[in-house]
């Protein structure tokens, strides 16, 4: 029986490009991976029914009968897409059920971990179908995808970043691999997409393993994460460590260990990097001072680069010290990278503030302030000349306060000038502090015809157009008042005719008319 050959990965992305998750709509992804199985399980009779008759009635019904899917059942490609979907399907509810709430309680938490702990288990299924029936390049694409669910689920948990970035390097170097084995455009591009998307991840695995002060390894590829690969894949992958290691057949040697005098040599390159780094922000620093325009941030980019590549060189002194043994190197190094970041955050926090993006500055500084706490906590056990990235810290941790203050002052100069209804705005004094008294001397000014847009409070008082009012609260005091009787109208009279007389009337009146009073009209006259 020849060998199948899928490409499983180009049939993931193309499923969830086309079914929702370009707009990460996670629950339409598995509403389609439920319809696609169920078409499946009829084209290939694969349903999990079988006819059963009721003891009592007599009638055919049917129940639940699994059939697992075993390498002998195997013949299509379709017989391998059924573990994929299932995996995408229980991967897709995990991530669906992830958005409802931004801190799940225990019971989501769980329900979420128990949903990847079943798409890792049909994963491991289509590795094993693909190791028993398929071809060399299918099983490494099962094995990836295999390690991609891996390293998810252990990111979800929280617990075990090394582990997870191990998975997720693991997949990465698949992927790698991969690339170089086709020729196809539509299975490139997918081994392309889901390399960008491993980026992330594994970012995020190595800043939550440097926030613990633990290593995140020089190496893309951890030889840990081979132990959970097993078949051709594992043997490919170590085959591709080895080579890069030195251990092939060739003549290339094997670098030395690291030394004491490696690691005195990177610590020497990285002070004068970082001496280097400061004497530009020292000159940047009157430029960006004034935030005027965009270009002024032109320095401050160049910075935020610089100092993201120092910290780089920082990262591999810490992993020569850890080999070397030297603990006050090794926790140098890792306050020194921390204060490094966050030099960096504070120049890209001067960038926004000079595009005038005051929400995103703020933040930036509040998060320089925040990094400079935990230079403090990772160099606690420095002391000497190796306390200086701690006083460095301190430094720092001022210049990110003032910043939010001056943006504080920015922000509000921003509010009031997009309040005024000059035809040009007025020329006013770059430094925050001078603003108020600046507007208050020119209050009420006229100058180059524009007027000053801060007004005294309260207001003086204006005339006003209004209507007479007609005031005749003194009236009762008045004591004289002019004769109008010449020219006064004759009055008619208003006296009324009398009423006749109850006598006239034939004495009936007080006891009403019609029937009732004919009956007790005679009452009131009684004496």
Not at 10 to 38: E, F, I, P
Not at 122 to 143: K, P
Not at 421 to 443: E, G, K
Request: hydrophobic share 40%; proline share 5%; with cysteine.
């Amino acid at each position: 029986m020849s060998l199948l050959s899928v490409s499983l990965l180009s049939l993931v992305d193309a499923q969830q490009l086309t079914y929702g998750l370009r707009l990460r709509d996670y629950a339409r992804y598995r509403a389609y991976c439920s319809r696609r199985l169920r078409r499946i399980y009829r084209a290939l009779k694969l349903t999990h029914t079988e006819a059963a008759i009721s003891g009592r009635s007599g009638v055919a019904k049917t129940r639940y009968a699994p059939r697992p899917l075993t390498p002998s059942m195997t013949t299509t490609t379709q017989h391998l897409t059924v573990p994929l979907i299932l995996a995408e399907r229980a991967w897709a509810h995990a991530l669906a059920l992830k958005p409802e709430s931004v801190t799940p309680n225990p019971d989501e938490r769980r329900r979420i971990l128990s949903r990847l702990a079943k798409s890792i288990k049909h994963a491991q299924e289509l590795v094993e179908l693909c190791t028993a029936t398929a071809d060399e390049t299918t099983q490494l694409e099962a094995s990836a995808y295999l390690t991609f669910i891996e390293g998810t689920r252990m990111l979800e948990k929280g617990d075990d970043f090394a582990t997870a970035l191990a998975k997720f390097n693991a997949s990465r170097a698949l992927c790698e691999q991969l690339q170089r084995l086709t020729q196809d455009a539509q299975q490139l591009a997918a081994y392309k997409r889901r390399m960008e998307n491993l980026d992330a991840p594994i970012r995020f695995c190595r800043y939550q393993m440097q926030r613990r002060g633990q290593r995140t390894g020089g190496s893309e590829v951890d030889l840990e994460s081979l132990a959970a690969l097993t078949g051709p894949a594992a043997d490919m992958l170590r085959a591709q460590v080895d080579a890069a290691m030195g251990n092939t057949n060739d003549t290339t040697a094997l670098a030395p260990p690291p030394s004491e005098g490696n690691a005195d040599l990177l610590r020497a390159q990285l002070e004068a990097e970082m001496d280097a780094a400061a004497t530009k922000a020292t000159a940047a620093l009157p430029r960006i001072g004034a935030c005027t325009s965009t270009a002024d941030a032109q320095p401050a980019r160049h910075l935020v680069a610089l100092y993201a590549a120092v910290a780089d060189k920082a990262g591999e002194l810490v992993t020569v010290a850890d080999a070397a043994g030297d603990r006050t190197l090794a926790l140098w190094a890792m306050a020194t990278q921390e204060l490094l970041h966050s030099r960096r955050v504070y120049w890209l926090a001067q960038c926004y503030v000079a595009s005038a993006s005051w929400s995103e500055a703020y933040a930036l500084a509040e998060r320089c302030a925040a990094r400079c706490d935990e230079v403090e906590s990772r160099g606690a056990g420095l002391e000497g000349d190796s306390s200086a990235p701690l006083t460095a810290a301190a430094e720092l941790r001022g210049q990110a306060v003032a910043l939010k203050a001056i943006v504080r002052a920015l922000a509000a100069k921003a509010a009031a000038k997009s309040t005024t209804h000059s035809v040009r705005p007025a020329t006013l004094a770059s430094d925050p502090c001078t603003f108020a008294a600046h507007v208050t001397a020119r209050q009420g000014q006229r100058r180059g015809g524009v007027v000053s847009t801060m007004a005294a409070l309260p207001p003086p008082y204006q005339l006003a157009a209004a209507a007479p009012l007609v005031l005749d609260t003194a009236y009762d005091d008045a004591s004289a008042w002019p004769d109008i009787s010449a020219i006064a109208p004759p009055q008619a009279s208003s006296r009324k005719k009398a009423k006749p007389s109850d006598e006239s009337s034939g004495g009936k009146s007080s006891g009403g008319s019609g029937v009732f009073g004919g009956l007790f009209g005679g009452w009131s006259t009684k004496k």
